[in-house]
């Protein structure tokens, strides 16, 4: 039993902006009241639901994949010491599995969604995420180039198409469905991409990009998924994609979609010299369009590791800045992509995508449709994300950062002209109750009795540090995990997973398929519940 008492408290999912009141815990719960327990003197201090980021990579065949090809990355220390309490890890841009959940409770982050995950190394990735100690984990699945699903939409039979991306989805043990540079993933084992909506992928004479984002946008709606489809769309990071960011948003307007890193596909201009922020136009679109959700994606100035399922924009990537380069293709499902990259503030492109990421954050009005991410580790490091919470709640510390951008770039970017600063609560939202909504997660990100007792406290006015930096305490699951910038105890945290209905004859489908076309046996395949230490199942109705 636990009571925080006399805190400020920051709840909008609930309706509660900086109101001075208790939060009681017990079992694990918010409740309405405890008698006896703990009491944590929360005076002076800032009270949120604990943080929960929506898209991010930290575990799976990809990320170890980064983590050997960055050996000069791992000198890095993390902030949290080896003791005898706690495992060592490695720094940098890609942290082993122990200090990635000690980086993120650090911060005040108690749920982390693994957004990129394909069925063939799924057993991996939940070994890792059951290995990240602290946070909850939920993953999404990569679908929009699984050839057994084109092949389906091809011959026009959407109805086992969805009963394959249902059965394909208990297989892996996912929460949601991804879909990356639909169709031109698989068109990259063939050294081609999908860069039009509406020409075929090759291979297929029926089968567009569009066919793919609509068809997968459709089925995650009627399987009934608490997360909509996941989509990271085509065209990634050239000048001009706002274009084609435009028209995928058109094709889901019948559905709900979650936009990923939206901040990597709103440029304008059509080549490197003249490339320029296109926020505004993905903001008017966006702002009118309920159905959709986004996360920022948003870039800061320094060393990142770019790690996609988008192989042809890696390869492009590499040929751009001839920095190492790792490709690998999985099978009929997806390809994989890495490439070391730095941000650097004198580079104009890279300027221009440091503006986009604030400026999207700020154009788009409802803080309940747009979440704080950078794409980790892709954009910065997420444990960065102090940063840019300042640089949201703070229009005049924008305006210096503009100044020292090179004078071209101030012509190709309306960050300096944007006003809006945001609010404790809005942060509160776009860090913690927004993301939780999209996820279709009821328990997280509020304080209302009933949900999951994670709770983060913030010193009001850090003293020369940064807001969310080091929470004073951080609370998972009604346990204190965090003091004072210290690990305290590190419990294993959930991973949620769904189960959507599929008729269990599409077995008889798929079994011969798998002796034809996979390097694995069709028993195998299937990750086995009892991989999951902690499996929450939501079952779809
Ligand atoms: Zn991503």
Redesign the pocket.
């Known amino acids: 039993m636990l009571r925080i008492t006399g805190g400020k408290v920051y709840d909008p999912a609930n309706g509660i902006d900086g109101e001075i009141r208790d939060v009681c815990i017990r079992d694990g719960r918010i409740v309405a009241d405890v008698e006896g327990g703990r009491q944590i003197d929360a005076r002076g201090l800032l009270v949120f639901p604990g943080g929960v980021d929506i898209?991010t990579?930290v575990a799976g065949a990809a990320l170890n994949f980064a983590r050997a090809m960055t050996p000069e990355n791992q000198r890095q220390a993390t902030p949290f010491l080896h003791t005898a309490q706690r495992r060592a890890g490695i720094g940098g841009p890609t942290p082993t599995t122990f200090a990635t959940g000690y980086l993120y409770a650090g911060m005040g982050y108690t749920t982390v969604v693994e957004?990129?995950v394909p069925v063939l190394s799924a057993k991996h990735t939940h070994e890792e995420l059951r290995d990240t100690p602290i946070v909850d984990k939920a993953c999404c699945l990569l679908m929009a180039n699984n050839e057994l699903v084109l092949d389906l939409l091809e011959a026009g039979d959407t109805e086992r198409a969805r009963q394959v991306v249902a059965w394909l989805i208990w297989a892996a043990k996912a929460y949601g469905v991804k879909g990356v540079n639909p169709g031109g993933v698989t068109a990259w084992k063939w050294g081609k991409n999908a860069k039009t909506l509406t020409e075929p992928v090759p291979g297929y004479s029926k089968v567009t990009p569009a066919r793919i984002i609509s068809s997968l946008a459709r089925i995650v709606d009627e399987l009934g998924l608490p997360h909509p489809l996941h989509l990271?769309c085509n065209n990634l990071g050239a000048p001009g994609n706002v274009a084609t960011t435009l028209e995928t948003m058109k094709v889901l307007e019948s559905n709900r979609a979650h936009l990923?890193?939206l901040q990597f596909h709103a440029y304008g201009g059509d080549d490197w010299h003249n490339m320029r922020s296109a926020a505004a136009a993905i903001a008017d679109y966006f702002n009118a369009h309920p159905n959709l959700t986004a996360d920022a994606g948003a870039v800061l100035f320094g060393n990142a590791v770019t790690i996609?399922a988008d192989g042809p924009w890696q390869h492009l990537l590499y040929q751009l800045t001839g920095r190492k380069w790792g490709n690998l293709d999985v099978e009929n499902e997806t390809g994989c992509g890495i490439v070391p990259y730095t941000y650097k503030g004198s580079n104009l492109v890279n300027a221009v995508q440091w503006a986009v990421g604030l400026e999207l954050l700020l154009l788009i009005k409802d803080p309940w449709r747009i979440f704080l991410t950078t794409?980790h580790p892709?954009g910065a490091c997420f444990w960065r994300y102090p940063e840019i919470v300042q640089m949201l709640m703070n229009a005049e510390l924008r305006r210096e950062r503009v100044k020292a951008l090179p004078a071209k770039a101030l012509k190709r970017i309306v960050l300096a002209d944007l006003d809006r600063e945001y609010t404790l609560s809005e942060i509160a939202i776009i860090t913690s109750a927004g993301p939780a909504r999209a996820l279709g997660l009821k328990h997280k990100g509020h304080l209302g009795v009933g949900a999951d007792a994670d709770v983060t406290l913030f010193h009001q006015n850090p003293d020369g540090e940064l807001l969310f930096r080091y929470p004073r305490y951080v609370i998972k699951a009604g346990e204190i995990v965090v003091e004072e910038g210290e690990i305290r105890s590190q419990s294993d945290g959930n991973e949620f997973v769904v189960k959507p209905a599929f008729d269990p004859g599409i077995e008889d489908y798929l079994r011969p398929l798998f002796q034809q076309q996979y390097t694995m046996s069709f028993e195998n395949y299937p990750v086995e519940l009892e991989r999951l230490e902690h499996a929450k199942i939501h079952s779809c109705t």
Do not use: L, P, V, Y
Request: aromatic content about 0%; proline content about 0%; cysteine-free.
């Open positions: 898209h990579h957004a990129a990271h990923a890193h996609t794409d892709n």
